[in-house]
């Protein structure tokens, strides 16, 4: 289904039933990508009295708890509440959820002390002066090994506090990367990507979100999209979400 949408003074054609997942599954898989030292996501059948919810077990439904960190477990989207000492929640901050946005694929750079980081040069090339609401970043290498790689303790890729600058500085809104956080593992609690993408607490930005812990197919071509960011209605720092890609005709 060819649809348009009028955005800022532009038409865009999209086919509505070709989207592109860009989000990685929760799933109680012990394979399953996860950060944070979390275990995977829970899955329990309720049992009430002699009754357990659990069709294959002799029950009339299916009826589970599950039980699964958004930060840890798949892809998630965060807002402004998970660095804040205010209870602030995604539900609350998300309110549009169609946007225009750039993939772009970048390889890390090497620093002296071996820490791999996406730079404010990277994104200047890479963006060549485009200004969109939303950048989806994925870096390389890009095999099939991040749908299931514990990234606990390993010291993956992070973005370097001027290149959060620079994405500020043109109007990005929303932030989408394949990695389990734009800050560095461990930094001594510091935060200085997610403090400089929202400006907490001097100029907080409370409509940007950070999406964490996709994952772009390698047959996804660099350009211009439209991003659907879709999440629960979670009233928390965050929720797991599901962007779809659209693209452009």
Same mark, same amino acid.
């Given at each position: ?24 599954? %929760?799933?109680?898989? +012990?394979?399953? &990508? ?8 829970? =899955?329990?059948? !309720? $049992? ?78 890479? %963006?060549?002066?485009? +200004?969109?609401? &939303? ?8 095999? =099939?090994?991040? !749908? $299931? ?95 779809? =890609?659209?693209? !452009?005709?």
């Amino acid at each position: 289904m060819i649809g348009s949408i009028f955005h800022k003074g532009k038409d865009y054609k999209i086919d509505f039933y070709k989207p592109i997942d860009i989000s990685m599954p %929760l799933s109680t898989d +012990k394979n399953s &990508a996860s950060a944070w030292y979390v275990e995977p996501m829970k =899955l329990e059948s !309720l $049992t009430y009295g002699n009754t357990i919810c659990d069709v294959s077990k002799g029950g009339c439904t299916n009826f589970r708890k599950v039980s699964f960190n958004p930060h840890g477990n798949g892809t998630h989207t965060e807002c402004v509440g998970h660095i804040s000492k205010e209870f602030i929640t995604i539900n609350k901050c998300l309110k549009q959820f169609m946007f225009l946005a750039e993939v772009v694929t970048i390889m890390p750079t090497l620093l002296e002390n071996g820490d791999y980081v996406i730079t404010k040069k990277q994104l200047e090339e890479s %963006l060549d002066n485009l +200004k969109p609401e &939303a950048i989806v970043i994925r870096t390389l290498s890009n095999g =099939l090994n991040k !749908l $299931t790689m514990q990234y606990s303790n390993t010291n993956p890729p992070y973005m370097l506090e001027d290149a959060i600058l620079f994405l500020n500085s043109i109007g990005i809104e929303h932030l989408l990367i394949d990695m389990p956080s734009i800050d560095r593992e461990n930094d001594d609690g510091k935060l200085l990507a997610h403090h400089a993408f929202w400006q907490y607490p001097s100029n907080t930005q409370f409509h940007k979100t950070i999406t964490e812990f996709i994952y772009v197919p390698n047959e996804i071509v660099d350009g211009t999209y439209i991003l659907n960011l879709q999440i629960a209605s979670f009233e928390n720092d965050a929720s797991p979400s599901k962007p779809l =890609l659209y693209k !452009l005709f």
